[in-house]
């Protein structure tokens, strides 16, 4: 009993800091736009991608041919971070991000779950290890995979956000980054006291230097974004576009276009943005505190649009190109609703 009980206070004495920065990087998120499920989800795949960087790490080191020592510092590095990377690519390229806070969260989630398994495995290596030991592989190492990924998560989000047609290497930018810092703390330039302090230090920093831009970003992202397109629904549904530049660019389209199409795209350009503008309201109403509940009508919403777009064709809704927002931001903010 009294050896469980030492092995379990060992694994929550290192990994005690990571999760307790993660909860806080939750509370801190104004908009909640991580679920609870969603972070267990990801904590659970980290876990699984400490078990392939394991078995990756011990075959490329049989190939390769370089020292253990000299493996560590620089392959080691570049093998796990790239691991833990592909969940999070994966989730941009979903469009299931839609802030940089949100990428820091699913990121610093990810290494959670790595440095769990990885903690325990240590764990089950060096049972004679001291306290001291586990203080540094919680405060230091564990800190370290979160960040790290933390790191990448927020410049592949940044990355994509402006570039207007975003490469699908493009997430992959940050990269470089997450692995330059994992490097230089295999390289023990410190001793281990000092260099989880300098952990300590920075990455609360540096993530909290990323809330406090990623929210202000939001705040002016919905503020403008909500205007103007409830300025062109407006437009619309009062039927004064037709005195407007948008108007004279749709007249303008009936020379190529029936015009049961042209009704079509006005059907869509309305639809779409009055899904924008429920996104945004949304938002602004979590961050002010209140539970809202899901709009049933929006999956009937939805349909019609994959109706209406399939039924104008890809030339058509080129054409209204111009009109609507594709920025993976707000693209993100579409699929929020529809989930």
Not at 80 to 109: C, H, N, S
Not at 213 to 225: A, M, N, Y
Not at 300 to 307: N, R, T
Request: proline content about 3%.
């Amino acid at each position: 009993m009294n050896v469980v009980l030492l092995i379990a206070s060992k694994i929550g004495l290192s990994l005690l800091p990571v999760f307790l920065f993660l909860s806080a990087l939750i509370f801190l998120d104004s908009y909640k736009l991580v679920t609870l499920r969603a972070i267990l989800t990801t904590i659970a795949i980290g876990c699984t991608i400490a078990v392939c960087a394991y078995l990756a790490n011990n075959e490329l080191f049989k190939r390769i041919g370089l020292s253990e020592l000299t493996y560590r510092r620089y392959a080691s590095p570049l093998v796990e971070e790239l691991l833990k990377a592909i969940y999070v690519t994966l989730l941009l390229r979903l469009r299931k991000i839609g802030f940089m806070v949100d990428a820091a969260l699913q990121g610093f989630a990810i290494g959670a779950g790595f440095a769990l398994v990885e903690n325990v495995y240590y764990l089950l290596s060096l049972e004679e290890a001291n306290l001291f030991v586990w203080i540094v592989r919680g405060f230091g190492t564990a800190v370290m995979h979160g960040g790290t990924t933390a790191i990448f998560g927020v410049i592949a989000k940044y990355l994509m956000d402006i570039q207007e047609r975003p490469s699908i290497l493009t997430p992959l930018a940050g990269l470089g980054a997450a692995a330059f810092v994992h490097s230089a703390f295999n390289h023990f330039l410190l001793p281990p006291a000092a260099s989880t302090a300098l952990m300590v230090i920075t990455m609360p920093v540096l993530l909290m230097g990323v809330f406090t831009q990623s929210e202000k970003g939001t705040r002016e992202w919905l503020g403008v974004g909500f205007d103007n397109d409830a300025e062109l629904l407006t437009m619309i549904t009062t039927g004064n576009i037709q005195q407007t530049r948008i108007g004279t660019y749709l007249d303008s389209l009936e020379q190529r276009f029936q015009g049961e199409i042209i009704a079509d795209l006005l059907c869509y350009l309305r639809i779409y943005l009055e899904l924008a503008i429920q996104a945004k309201g949304l938002l602004m109403m979590r961050e002010s505190g209140f539970n809202v509940e899901p709009d049933p009508e929006v999956s009937s919403k939805f349909a019609e649009l994959k109706y209406l777009e399939k039924n104008v064709g890809k030339t058509a809704m080129l054409a209204l190109a111009p009109f609507l927002r594709t920025s993976s931001r707000d693209l993100w903010q579409l699929h929020m609703l529809q989930s």
